[in-house]
């Protein structure tokens, strides 16, 4: 947690890149910065309203959209290289079954060693499409995982965001004007 209250995520996960750290770094900064902003914005007396500087708030938030593109792209990178996991899996699934079937023709010549041939082809045939079932669980949770986490940021920006708009409606009457 930090000093806001919010979940931090301290381990880094394979597949996030620098760039993706340092967006979500940045929005999260942006973030706290215009809720530090609205914070410490003078009070309107006998009143819930503040006086906020339009324009720092306006750059902020528009920092805050600029940044969201940033996480969506990292967000379809991870989706995509866990597609590309997942099918390369599928792959060495695919050329296991190959090869036990190469074996199995090449011991057809003999009935006790084609029956011995099927089992083992069944059996890796089991086993590559048990290691393909557990990739894709792992891989799924971690798209998982990762999606939550970019789901929440979306969440509170858009709260944040809804939370200013709202106050500088209430301050300067721009109820109809969006």
Same mark, same amino acid.
Not at 45 to 48: E, G, I, K, N, V
Not at 110 to 116: D, M, N
């Given at each position: 947690m930090d000093d806001h209250g919010h979940q931090t995520d301290d381990h880094s996960q394979s597949g996030h890149s620098q760039f993706g750290q340092r967006g979500a770094n940045r929005v999260t900064a942006d973030i706290d910065a215009l809720r530090e902003l609205i914070t410490r914005a003078k009070s309107m007396?006998? &009143?819930?309203s503040c006086i906020v500087n339009r324009t720092e708030a306006l750059e902020l938030v528009e920092r805050i959209a600029g940044g969201l593109?940033?996480?969506?792209?990292? !967000?379809?990178?991870?989706?995509d290289g866990s597609r590309s996991q997942i099918a390369q899996a599928e792959a060495e699934a695919n050329?296991?079954?190959e090869r036990a079937r190469e074996q199995a023709a090449e011991l057809a010549g003999?009935? &006790?060693?084609?029956?011995?041939a099927e089992e083992i082809a069944a059996k890796l045939v089991a086993e590559s499409q048990t290691e393909a079932a557990e990739l894709r669980v792992e891989t799924? !949770?971690?798209?998982?995982?990762?999606? !939550?986490s970019f789901e929440s940021v979306l969440q509170k920006t858009a709260s944040q965001v809804k939370t200013a708009r709202g106050r500088l409606s209430a301050r300067s009457h721009?109820?109809?004007q969006s």
């Open positions: 007396p006998m &009143s819930a593109p940033d996480e969506l792209a990292e !967000a379809r990178g991870v989706l050329q296991i079954i003999h009935t &006790s060693i084609v029956q011995q799924d !949770a971690f798209i998982d995982e990762r999606m !939550a721009l109820d109809g």
